[in-house]
């Protein structure tokens, strides 16, 4: 596709319940990170893909978050017994090349989380 | 953590005006800092970046001004337009692309 594309648009979980959030990154891009948006604030860093290869994931905020990339594009996105601190906007975004600085970063629409 | 702070937290500024945002970092080990603009139900999609051996970028209407010293840097837009509104975060990485990103601006352009 034309741009990162993530799915679902819109979730809605009852507490306790485990999601899987998709994303789709430009074809042939190799980076690949998540990031977690709360209502009215910036992005936050959760996790750093190269290939399949999963290399930074300090920002996972509990070992409830796990991510995949098994064969270095889709990559999904899993939170198991979601908690209300949980709703927010996941975001998903996509480089070409091995991170590096003014590599440019394209974000998908994001996933917006609702816990209940 | 607070490691970068954005100001103001909201922006009126008059079609043609100048609107002015601002951020300030702590660590000094940070090499990239970007701007990004996101409209409501999308993703931030990226403006405008100025790596710290420059004091100013500009690109079209939007330019960052930086200063090292300060720990500070700016974007400014000029001749501000009703499609400008939207939210606008500052970010800033060391290395690879583990942005860090202020807290944002809403931005309203009064036509």
């Known amino acids: 596709g034309a741009g990162v594309s993530q799915s679902p648009r819109y979730k809605v979980a009852k507490r306790g319940q485990d999601v899987a959030l998709r994303c789709d990154p430009i074809s042939g891009h190799v980076s690949l990170f998540w990031y977690q948006q709360a209502l009215g604030q910036g992005p936050e860093f959760l996790t750093y893909?190269?290939?399949?290869?999963?290399?930074?994931k300090s920002g996972l905020p509990s070992d409830r978050f796990f991510a995949e990339r098994p064969e270095g594009s889709v990559s999904t996105l899993k939170i198991q017994r979601t908690q209300q601190e949980d709703s927010a906007v996941y975001l998903c975004a996509s480089s070409l090349k091995v991170a590096a600085t003014n590599e440019k970063l394209f974000f998908g629409s994001g996933t917006q989380l609702s816990v209940l | 953590q607070q490691q970068v702070k954005q100001s103001p937290q909201s922006l009126i500024v008059q079609k043609g005006g100048i609107s002015i945002i601002n951020c300030a970092y702590e660590n000094t080990a940070f090499d990239y800092f970007p701007w990004y603009q996101q409209f409501p139900g999308k993703g931030p999609a990226l403006l405008i970046a100025?790596?710290?051996?420059?004091s100013e970028k500009k690109e079209g209407r939007f330019t960052i001004s930086f200063n090292k010293s300060a720990k500070q840097f700016s974007l400014h837009i000029m001749d501000s337009q009703p499609g400008d509104s939207a939210t606008y975060f500052c970010a800033a990485s060391q290395g690879a692309q583990k942005l860090v990103f202020g807290q944002g601006t809403r931005l309203t352009i009064n036509p």
């Open positions: 893909f190269q290939n399949e290869a999963q290399l930074d």
């Open positions: 100025i790596r710290p051996d420059v």
